[in-house]
């Protein structure tokens, strides 16, 4: 599912999609969108390599520019809905196995400094990729797939060496120390959050994250990545809850509503840098975290 020349047949969109509908309601059990639901989850496992890798190209000489990001969406909305995907349109036996392939494809991705980077074969990570893999990881375990034991752990020691200590926020990578910038910071809160850590220095890197996220949230149009820095924003300000998300969500709505297009019986948002179908799903996503109908949304 995608648009354009660059995003079809994208693995990435599509699960973004799923998750989407799955935020309302729709799985393939079940919902408005069933049919949806089902037919992205069915796309999804019919393009997954051997390695365990879920990738589909649009020809086989088409690289798998970015395909980590593709890859963990795609793992944590198999995972998210895994106790959807029965008999007789999935073999749950079958899909277990090809999810427990995805997670064995994460961890023998990760790099020494304990990150991701846009493709299973690179030395470098940087912290965006690193947070989907985190995100896929726990909604693995949740849904009771063997995670090793060291993969976690190394993660968040990456994400946390990424803290930038003048302003709480986070850099990009080790090698690009080039200041803080507002999604990258909520991605981090929110994965150090999504780890489930208890530890008070961590506590206190959260906290400082959460305020520098608030403090630095663009006031109009979202910023260079609008739709990914709400959607982690979002996750990041529910998870803390409180006065956190009473400063952020409502006028986060108010601006996404604002932005919507209405075309036809359609409403949708568009993305000139990616597609509408990213945009309208990343979109949906961040409105829909309050309905906690998602695994990974609830608290």
């Known amino acids: 599912m995608g648009s354009g020349r660059r995003y079809q047949r994208n693995v990435g969109v599509t699960a973004l999609c799923g998750l989407a509908w799955a935020s309302g309601g729709?799985?393939?059990?079940?919902?408005?969108?069933?049919?949806?639901?089902?037919?992205?989850?069915?796309?999804?496992?019919?393009?997954?390599?051997?390695?365990?890798?879920?990738?589909?190209?649009?020809?086989?000489?088409?690289?798998?520019?970015?395909?980590?990001?593709?890859?963990?969406?795609?793992?944590?909305?198999?995972?998210?809905?895994?106790?959807?995907?029965?008999?007789?349109?999935?073999?749950?036996?079958?899909?277990?196995?090809?999810?427990?392939?995805?997670?064995?494809?994460i961890a023998d991705s990760q790099n020494r400094e304990g990150g991701w980077r846009y493709v299973p074969t690179s030395a470098e990570a940087d912290i965006s990729v690193t947070v989907c893999q985190i995100a896929a990881l726990r909604s693995a375990k949740d849904a009771g797939l063997t995670v090793p034991d060291a993969v976690v752990p190394a993660a968040i020691r990456y994400v946390r060496s990424l803290r930038n200590p003048a302003d709480g926020g986070y850099f990009y990578m080790a090698e690009r120390r080039d200041g803080s910038r507002f999604e990258r910071s909520a991605a981090a809160v929110s994965a150090l959050r999504t780890a489930g850590l208890t530890?008070?220095?961590?506590?206190?890197?959260?906290?400082d994250g959460l305020r520098y996220v608030l403090a630095n949230r663009p006031r109009r149009s979202g910023g260079a990545y609008p739709y990914y820095?709400?959607?982690?924003?979002?996750?990041?300000?529910?998870?803390?809850?409180?006065?956190?998300?009473?400063?952020?969500?409502?006028?986060?709505?108010?601006?996404?509503?604002?932005?919507?297009?209405?075309?036809?019986?359609?409403?949708?948002?568009?993305?000139?840098?990616f597609t509408d179908e990213y945009a309208t799903a990343m979109a949906v996503l961040s409105l829909r975290v309050p309905h906690r109908l998602l695994p990974i949304y609830r608290r």
Do not use: K
């Open 26 to 105: 729709s799985v393939p059990s079940g919902g408005p969108h069933a049919s949806n639901a089902a037919a992205a989850a069915r796309f999804l496992l019919d393009h997954q390599e051997p390695d365990g890798l879920f990738f589909a190209a649009e020809s086989p000489d088409t690289p798998p520019d970015g395909s980590m990001y593709g890859h963990g969406f795609a793992t944590l909305y198999l995972c998210e809905i895994l106790g959807e995907l029965q008999e007789p349109d999935f073999d749950p036996t079958a899909v277990r196995a090809a999810l427990q392939r995805a997670v064995r494809r």
């Open 229 to 273: 820095g709400r959607f982690y924003a979002t996750r990041a300000a529910w998870q803390a809850g409180g006065e956190t998300w009473a400063a952020w969500y409502p006028p986060m709505r108010e601006e996404l509503l604002r932005t919507a297009v209405q075309e036809d019986s359609f409403i949708f948002w568009r993305s000139a840098r």
């Open 199 to 207: 530890d008070p220095a961590v506590e206190q890197e959260i906290a």
